[in-house]
């Protein structure tokens, strides 16, 4: 609900049109976005059953479904975007090469003023911390290039309820990131 929010206000706040969900999973942030009006590429390897983009949406007149993995800096969008979402993604990515590769390659999708919203679970997160593949972050990792600013930072610690872990916390770090 919390991210959800911030989404929202983006949208109340900015005139955005075109959205570039990186990781899209089930579609929700994706159909949230198409439901103010923009134009959405979701994005997902579709690796995990379990966050399957629905067929439903796959028809959806404001949504283009690519299978496709965010890693490939070959993707060809032949156009920019106001606003792009990755989230709970790079925990998955090698840290060195989501830092100084992907991301550099996806804030030069963003049109001016535009803004890139990631989160991403800490390193403490009980049910991330056992897995030793993952990368994890902390905000003073994000040195970001000239012409782009951290809008906004928070962290949260939230409780969610889904398979295979049942009821527990997730602490999840929020940032907004403009080019200006």
């Known amino acids: 609900m919390w991210i ?13 049109i075109s959205v570039l969900d990186l990781g899209a999973g089930n579609g929700k942030r994706s159909l949230f976005s198409a439901s103010y009006g923009a134009k959405v590429i979701a994005i997902d390897n579709q690796s995990m059953p379990l966050w399957q983009f629905p067929k439903y949406l796959k028809t959806h007149p404001s949504i283009t ?9 070959n993707l060809n969008f032949n156009q920019s975007f106001d606003l792009i979402l990755l989230f709970n993604v790079i925990v998955f990515l090698k840290k060195k090469f989501f830092l100084e ?7 030069e999708k963003l049109n001016k003023w535009g803004v890139l919203c990631l989160s991403f679970f800490f390193d403490d997160d009980p049910t991330m911390s056992i897995n030793q593949k993952l990368s994890f972050y902390v905000f003073k990792d994000f040195k970001l290039p000239k012409g782009y600013i951290i809008q906004k930072q928070e962290e949260k610690i939230l409780q ?5 872990d049942g009821e527990h916390e997730h602490h999840i770090w929020y940032i907004e990131i403009i080019k200006v």
Not at 101 to 107: A, D, G, R, S
Not at 160 to 164: K, R
């Open 4 to 16: 959800a929010e911030n989404i929202a206000t983006l949208f109340s706040l900015k005139q955005i």
């Open 65 to 73: 479904f690519l299978q496709a993995d965010i890693r490939d800096l």
């Open 101 to 107: 590769q992907i991301l550099p390659y996806y804030l």
């Open 160 to 164: 969610d309820n889904h398979i295979p």
